[in-house]
């Protein structure tokens, strides 16, 4: 279904599953038009047609967000198919641990490729375009991780704090150039989605022992719909930080205390 000429419109990565599916969902309910992406075709085109089902204007854009070239296309065919883009979710991303010095430099690249990588490919593929039409709002979707660090996250944490400093940089350069673009960046805690599930069964113990903690809340976590629920809330109140979970506010003041301080990195095995 086609979208109609003054429908909204919003571009959504990682959209197949967990907060991408729940954001595509509740846009949907509130008429949005959709442009879905994910790497999963058929995972994809599964929740098209679900939308589609209940009368939604979806296109579904397998695509791989490692490769500028399938983000350019994704773009192109957001703007083909649904005119405009009001909102732009850069919400795919990945996990990955162990110790950070064992850990071959091939996982730091992917991690980095698809969680803030894919990021800057969308934003140069998108801005130009967003500010042209005249309005438009950008959703970068990070972490608690990209507020606080903890041990044997270090791929993860390194794209994530990436995302929040490039997202705090672009709310910047916008303002400085007057272009009419809202910023958000998103940063919950444990979500129960299956982005823990491809973690590791061998390693350290102290590492196995993380992901089973991780694997643990993240099940127990925030559901991706009440995750969707306050990201859209923070973006119709135009909020730069959008934090679902009370503790990485906590997490945040706590480091930049530190910092201030002058405290090193302390740590201690939980009882």
Not at 7 to 12: K, R, S, T, W
Not at 48 to 69: E, K, M, Q, W, Y
Not at 99 to 110: I, K, N, Q, S
Request: a negative charge; proline letters at 6%.
């Amino acid at each position: 279904m086609a979208a109609t000429p003054r429908q909204q419109a919003a571009v959504i990565t990682g959209a197949a599953s967990g907060i991408g599916r729940a954001l595509a969902q509740a846009l949907a309910a509130q008429g949005y038009a959709l442009a879905l992406a994910d790497i999963d075709a058929e995972a994809l085109e599964t929740a098209r047609a679900a939308l589609a089902h209940n009368g939604a204007s979806v296109v579904a854009v397998p695509t791989d967000i490692c490769d500028a070239r399938q983000i350019a296309h994704l773009c192109d065919e957001s703007f083909r198919q649904l005119g405009r883009v009001d909102l732009l979710f850069n919400n795919a991303g990945v996990l990955a641990t162990g110790r950070c010095w064992e850990l071959p430099p091939e996982v730091f690249d992917h991690v980095m490729r698809v969680n803030l990588w894919s990021v800057l490919h969308a934003l140069r593929c998108f801005v130009p375009r967003m500010a042209a039409q005249g309005s438009g709002h950008i959703v970068n979707v990070a972490s608690m991780a990209g507020l606080a660090v903890g041990p044997w996250l270090a791929p993860y944490t390194l794209s994530k704090q990436a995302v929040v400093a490039l997202s705090e940089g672009l709310a910047l350069e916008l303002q400085a150039a007057g272009l009419p673009l809202g910023v958000s960046v998103v940063c919950p805690g444990p979500v129960a989605t299956g982005i823990a599930a491809g973690l590791d069964q061998g390693g350290p113990q102290e590492v196995l022992q993380m992901n089973g903690a991780l694997r643990g809340g993240i099940a127990a976590g925030m559901t991706p719909d009440a995750v969707a629920r306050c990201i859209l809330d923070g973006v119709r109140a135009g909020r730069f930080w959008i934090l679902p979970h009370e503790q990485a506010a906590h997490a945040a003041l706590a480091r930049a205390q530190g910092i201030a301080a002058g405290s090193a990195p302390s740590f201690a095995f939980p009882d």
